[in-house]
């Protein structure tokens, strides 16, 4: 809403990402087209963002389709003519501070040490066992890494999916969440393709967008920024900082958790504890792309992966990825890019570095991975979702501690205001499918809200312990 002006609609969806979109999507073709998409941002797509980098268009957010078969991101790369390319993980080559080593039996370990975790989670779910985490999970199978390498694969392996380390994700979500996308999407479902597109992501989505939102359609409020949602029994009032008012019957908030678990959006009356609870359990994750390209190759451009096992520092610089391998991008076309991702502590650290300083320490890194003196990179990005406030991360990860009852109370509606996003899909938390699936589930539900009544959402005021026999003893007070 441009400054001082008041909107109103049936419906306001808050955020125009992929869960924005397939929410939209829906409530067209439930018959409902009263609504508005309120976004910040000068375009739709949310996290799935490409941007120019050394000649090319690179994805800032997501890149892979991952699960293919009927997973409906697959069906929709189809749709659109999506260029992607196989990529093989295992075409990887490990390196440390003096250069190439081997490191096939530590890799082989930890893969078979992952089996044993996701086949080890399916046995204590049927057994109706509490979680426990991976970190626990991969030490009962026998999995206890101590040296570089064998922390260097295991990031590899693990925390360049998840974001996050073993010690604080579950280890039944872990393998739900793995199992996701190649179980649920029926034959030759297994497989990632990274996506090459110069038109972006991003593309298929817009392409969606443009089947119900006329060109500078009124119904797209783009360069609006929520600051606070008032809601009640009755209906939605959302204050912008451009200083407009929407009105709604109903809100469709599509923030991500990091924003949910932040001040950057306000709601009146705050949110209920129960609502809470699960929120601020859930984790918000950061996998951070550090874009990094030189004019001539140093690197062996027939390889994808190159994994990095520092020293004395767990993750750090760990997992480079060249976009130059056979299939990806041409070589030497203007600039050739070979890039690195950290995550969780590494990212946080990155990402509040200055860039000068951030350069200074992969050119020594990669001096040292290669050993001999490597030039600067000629160009460099450091995308930064971890500080963005209307991010404050880039995907879910399921954390230890959080329960079932957590996270169907973290999606719960609150009056009028319904809950959707990637972090809100149990199934497919992290992933574009999650987004995608949950958003069009929650636009059917409030389409049903306004043509019959909404349908019934479980939720759990209180969340009880698992032994109710379990005491506390108050701490005693020493004099
Ligand atoms: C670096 C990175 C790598 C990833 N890799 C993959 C991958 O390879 N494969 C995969 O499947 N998934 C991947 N993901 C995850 C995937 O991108 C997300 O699951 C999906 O895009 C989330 O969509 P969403 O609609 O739930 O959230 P979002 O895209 O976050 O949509 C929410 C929207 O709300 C807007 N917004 C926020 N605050 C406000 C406000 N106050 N006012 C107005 N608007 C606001 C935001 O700008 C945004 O457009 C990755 C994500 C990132 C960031």
């Known amino acids: 809403a441009p400054a001082n002006t008041k909107t109103k609609a049936k419906v306001a969806i808050l955020g125009g990402g992929v869960?924005?979109?397939?929410?939209?999507?829906?409530?067209?073709?439930?018959?409902?087209?009263?609504?508005?998409?309120?976004?910040?941002?000068?375009?739709?797509?949310?996290?799935?963002?490409?941007?120019?980098?050394?000649?090319?268009?690179?994805?800032?957010?997501?890149n892979w389709v991952q699960g293919l078969g009927t997973n409906p991101i697959n069906q929709l790369?189809?749709?659109?003519?999506?260029?992607?390319?196989?990529?093989?993980?295992?075409?990887?080559?490990?390196?440390?501070n003096h250069g190439l080593i081997n490191a096939t039996k530590e890799y082989n370990e930890f893969s078979d040490a992952l089996?044993?975790?996701?086949?080890?989670?399916?046995?204590?779910?049927?057994?109706?066992?509490?979680?426990?985490?991976?970190?626990?999970?991969?030490?009962l199978v026998?999995?206890?890494?101590?040296?570089?390498?064998?922390?260097?694969?295991?990031?590899?392996?693990?925390?360049?999916?998840f974001a996050e380390d073993p010690d604080v994700t579950s280890n039944y979500y872990a393998e739900v969440n793995n199992d996701s996308y190649?179980?649920?999407?029926?034959?030759?479902?297994?497989?990632?393709?990274?996506?090459?597109?110069?038109?972006?992501?991003?593309?298929?989505?817009?392409q969606e967008a443009k089947q119900f939102l006329k060109p500078n359609d009124p119904r797209l409020l783009l360069k609006t920024t929520v600051k606070n949602i008032k809601y009640s029994d009755s209906g939605v009032t959302i204050s912008t900082?451009?200083?407009?008012?929407?009105?709604?019957?109903?809100?469709?908030?599509?923030?991500?958790?990091?924003?949910?678990?932040?001040?950057?959006?306000t709601w009146t009356p705050e949110l209920p504890d129960w609502k809470r609870v699960g929120l601020f359990g859930f984790h918000m994750a950061t996998y951070?792309?550090?874009?990094?390209?030189?004019?001539?190759?140093?690197?062996?451009?027939?390889?994808?992966?190159?994994?990095?096992?520092?020293?004395?520092?767990?993750?750090?610089?760990?997992?480079?990825?060249?976009?130059?391998a056979p299939g990806f991008f041409p070589q030497n076309t203007t600039s050739n890019v070979f890039f690195v991702t950290?995550?969780?502590?590494?990212?946080?650290?990155?990402?509040?570095?200055?860039?000068?300083?951030?350069?200074?320490?992969?050119?020594?890194?990669?001096?040292?991975?290669?050993?001999?003196?490597?030039?600067?990179?000629?160009?460099?990005?450091?995308?930064?979702?971890?500080?963005?406030?209307?991010?404050?991360?880039?995907?879910?990860?399921?954390?230890?501690?959080?329960?079932?009852?957590?996270?169907i109370n973290m999606k719960a509606p609150v009056k009028r205001v319904w809950f959707t996003g990637e972090a809100m899909s149990k199934d497919y938390f992290g992933f574009l499918q999650g987004a995608w699936i949950d958003g069009g589930e929650t636009g059917d539900n409030v389409a049903q809200c306004i043509k019959k009544s909404c349908p019934k959402q479980p939720y759990y005021p209180t969340i009880k312990l698992a032994n109710e026999k379990t005491s506390f003893t108050k701490r005693q007070e020493w004099a």
């Open 241 to 265: 900082k451009e200083g407009g008012v929407i009105e709604a019957d109903y809100a469709i908030s599509t923030f991500s958790i990091g924003v949910l678990q932040n001040d950057d959006v």
């Open 342 to 407: 950290v995550t969780q502590d590494q990212a946080y650290r990155v990402e509040a570095l200055p860039d000068a300083e951030i350069k200074k320490e992969v050119t020594e890194v990669l001096s040292s991975m290669y050993g001999k003196k490597v030039p600067e990179p000629d160009h460099m990005y450091v995308p930064r979702w971890h500080s963005d406030p209307l991010y404050r991360g880039t995907y879910s990860n399921w954390p230890i501690g959080e329960l079932d009852q957590h996270h």
């Open 115 to 139: 089996d044993a975790i996701n086949d080890l989670a399916v046995k204590r779910q049927k057994n109706h066992e509490v979680d426990i985490s991976a970190r626990t999970a991969f030490k």
């Open 77 to 96: 790369a189809k749709k659109w003519g999506l260029k992607t390319v196989t990529d093989n993980s295992d075409n990887v080559e490990f390196r440390d």
């Open 182 to 206: 190649d179980g649920n999407f029926g034959k030759d479902s297994d497989g990632n393709n990274f996506v090459v597109d110069q038109r972006g992501f991003k593309h298929i989505f817009l």
């Open 19 to 62: 869960s924005g979109i397939s929410a939209a999507k829906n409530l067209v073709a439930q018959g409902i087209t009263d609504f508005v998409i309120v976004e910040a941002r000068d375009e739709l797509g949310g996290r799935a963002h490409d941007i120019p980098f050394a000649g090319i268009r690179v994805e800032k957010g997501c």
């Open 288 to 324: 951070l792309k550090l874009f990094l390209a030189w004019d001539k190759p140093f690197w062996d451009i027939n390889k994808e992966y190159v994994v990095y096992a520092d020293p004395d520092n767990r993750g750090y610089y760990n997992s480079w990825q060249n976009l130059i």
């Open 142 to 161: 026998g999995w206890n890494p101590l040296t570089s390498v064998e922390q260097a694969v295991e990031y590899y392996g693990f925390d360049w999916e």
